[in-house]
């Protein structure tokens, strides 16, 4: 079946603009994952969104990320006033649940951004 | 909360020869523990994983050991090929956080000709 897809694959903003980064889940996932991984570096935690639990924001390096799920399905990650520093490749992935048996993560091809 | 360290960061090993990584994880409740593999410019996907049960899980060339007492679990390749070359990532589940996986901060594989 279809797997996480993201869109736009790439990005190109000038400083100052807001940006809007979108994810699709796979179809039934639950749980949904953002994170952030700079050139040649790990995968950094955003947001963890599950279910209808309220979405783990601990990862959200400024409150100028923010995230919403709709529906229980597609997820927007919308960043305000990008910086530099905000240039990386978002990633995407769900998952069946968060709890119980299957822990698996399936990431999306993810969004490269450029802020210039 | 769970912590996840990985080691090491950079290894490089001749084809052919054997590679090893190692996680350590800090949760003695954790009951599961992945390995992602991510080559450049790719998505991580995940290559095998091992839950508390067992010692030890075996895919072709690819394996996975865990040491509960010890907290710790590795990743064996053996017979290294070049399409083995990329970014290896362990995790492991912190239930404090929902059962979100906590990441290895990553292992840059190298596999010389």
């Known amino acids: 079946g279809a797997g996480v897809s993201q869109s ?43 279910g209808n639990s309220a979405p783990d924001k601990s990862g959200l390096p400024s409150d100028r990320f923010s995230a919403e799920r709709t529906g229980g399905s597609v997820s927007t990650l919308t960043i305000q ?31 490269r951004l450029t802020v210039t | 909360g769970e912590n996840v360290e990985q080691h090491p960061s950079t290894l490089s090993v001749q084809e052919g020869d054997s590679a090893v990584i190692k ?27 091992i839950r508390s049960n067992v010692g030890e899980k075996k895919d072709q060339r690819i394996a996975v050991t865990l040491n509960k007492t010890a907290k710790h679990f590795s990743l064996h390749i053996t017979e290294t090929q070049p399409e083995d070359s990329a970014v290896y990532f362990c995790a492991a589940p912190d239930f404090d956080s929902n059962y979100q996986l906590i990441w290895g901060a990553g292992t840059k594989l190298i596999i010389k000709p």
């Not at chain 1, 990008?82 to 993810?110: H, I, K, R």
Request: charged letters at 20%; a negative charge.
């Open chain 1, 8 to 50: 736009p694959s790439n990005k190109v903003t000038e400083k100052g603009k807001d940006v809007e980064l979108r994810c699709d889940p796979i179809s039934g996932h639950t749980a949904l994952y953002w994170y952030r991984q700079s050139l040649g570096q790990g995968l950094e935690f955003l947001i963890y969104f599950q």
């Open chain 1, 81 to 111: 006033r990008t910086q530099q520093e905000d240039s990386a490749v978002y990633l995407c992935a769900s998952s069946p649940s968060g709890s119980g048996s299957s822990y698996e993560q399936y990431f999306g091809p993810g969004t």
């Open chain 2, 23 to 49: 996680c350590t994880y800090s949760d003695s409740a954790s009951n599961y523990f992945p390995w992602y593999k991510q080559e450049l410019g790719k998505r991580p996907q995940l290559i095998i994983d």
